[in-house]
């Protein structure tokens, strides 16, 4: 079976910056996509908040991105990933084309637009009703059309939409904007914009094509319709992580939980980008995690292979389990660091920053004492001195 040591799912701001800071770190990179390289920044069509870049549009910052990873020679395949397992300890990446082993892996496969589930929404997609401007905003010249939001991605894309449309309506919820100011200022001074306040979208009709909505103001309970001949959707977005399953913990709504390692609930798995559960989901936060991620995914391999090398591999060894946050422990540490001359086999592991391996072990308090055999525990003593501890090994 094909082994690799670092498996990077998505190929979106988050994969492709992880990619660079893998390879970097001199790690054997697998880049797994189904899509376009780049992401959500492919439907983007101007970026003006990546530092360093005044304005770009979002294919061309994506081509960018994929251009600098390439620089850097991570492998990229095409492949649907269909699950993650885990067995024994080893992770497994399951695609359309084949299982792959991998030391650690990044979950950087982004999020998708959220659907309105109204009825008619499905019958006219492709027909009228829309999830991306930049790819279906020519289609509709000199026509009306409405952009259903009150986020950024609403208002920006309306924005984008005053190119081609006659008239373009944003139809939210509430009675004020989620969106950066400076955007709603933009939509609300321009002239082809009309706000249509407290409302929500009951029904998406037409014959062939979309016609007209169905509105429903949820104030005054009035219902009306809007004619229109496109609808472009923008009500948030919800994770691509369904090949996960249960597999790591998640938050409402399943963005996967993560610590500020990029670590999830799952030994040497780790996410990126916005699949996350975070705050902000921009190109440039999903840069930051995909840097983040491969530095501790290089930092948990580096770890993996010391601690099988010297803790699990071995026919025989000793091992001095501490905690470097309990000054006391690191004293003796620090004393027991002349035993090793004596004592060729004998391993100093910082069990706090060794967590998991401390669980693997069975290990719940330090500083701790073990001898092994093939990563099988022999004899374990808790030890409070030096003194201790040499008795512990035999030399006393």
């Not at 609403?154 to 008239?167: C, G, I, P, R």
């Not at 990126?272 to 983040?292: F, N, P």
């Not at 330090?366 to 409070?384: F, Q, R, W």
Request: hydrophobic share 40%; glycine share 10%.
């Amino acid at each position: 079976m094909e082994k690799r040591e670092l498996e990077v799912i998505g190929a979106g701001p988050a994969g492709l910056t992880a990619s660079i800071y893998g390879r970097r770190s001199g790690l054997d990179v697998l880049v797994l996509e189904k899509g376009v390289p780049g992401g959500q920044i492919n439907l983007t069509d101007e970026i003006e908040n990546w530092t360093g870049v005044i304005h770009a549009s979002g294919p061309e910052l994506a081509e960018s991105f994929r251009k600098h990873a390439e620089h850097f020679g991570p492998e990229f395949r095409d492949a649907e990933v269909q699950k993650i397992e885990v067995k024994d300890g080893s992770k497994f990446v399951v695609t359309d084309n084949g299982t792959i082993e991998a030391e650690a892996i990044i979950v950087a496969t982004g999020a998708k637009f959220r659907k309105l589930g109204v009825p008619g929404e499905e019958e006219f997609t492709g027909r009228g009703v829309s999830y991306c401007a930049v790819c279906d905003g020519a289609f509709f010249e000199e026509q009306e059309v409405a952009v259903i939001g009150g986020g950024n991605t609403a208002v920006e894309e309306a924005l984008y939409l005053t190119q081609f449309a006659s008239k373009v309506y944003i139809i939210h919820r509430r009675d004020s904007f989620r969106a950066d100011k400076v955007a709603v200022e933009r939509a609300l001074s321009n002239d082809k914009i009309e706000v249509i306040w407290n409302t929500v979208v009951k029904e998406i009709a037409g014959d062939d094509m979309v016609t007209h909505l169905v509105l429903h103001n949820v104030k005054t309970q009035e219902t009306s319709e809007l004619p229109v001949a496109g609808v472009f959707v923008f009500v948030g977005m919800e994770p691509n992580a369904k090949f996960l399953g249960d597999m790591v913990d998640v938050a409402p709504g399943g963005w996967i939980k993560t610590n500020d390692r990029m670590e999830t609930s799952v030994e040497g798995v780790f996410a990126a980008g916005d699949v996350r559960d975070k705050y902000l989901r921009q190109v440039i936060t999903a840069a930051g995690d995909g840097a983040t991620a491969a530095m501790a995914a290089y930092a948990y391999i580096a770890e993996q292979l010391h601690l099988r090398q010297k803790v699990f591999e071995p026919e025989h060894t000793f091992i001095f389990l501490y905690s470097s946050i309990d000054e006391s422990q690191m004293g003796l540490a620090s004393q027991l660091e002349e035993l090793k001359s004596h004592v060729q086999d004998l391993v100093l592991i910082d069990g706090y920053k060794n967590s998991r391996m401390t669980e693997k072990l069975g290990i719940e308090e330090m500083p701790m004492m073990l001898e092994l055999s093939k990563g099988k525990i022999l004899k374990a003593e808790k030890v409070a001195s030096a003194e201790e501890a040499k008795r512990f090994v035999g030399l006393s």
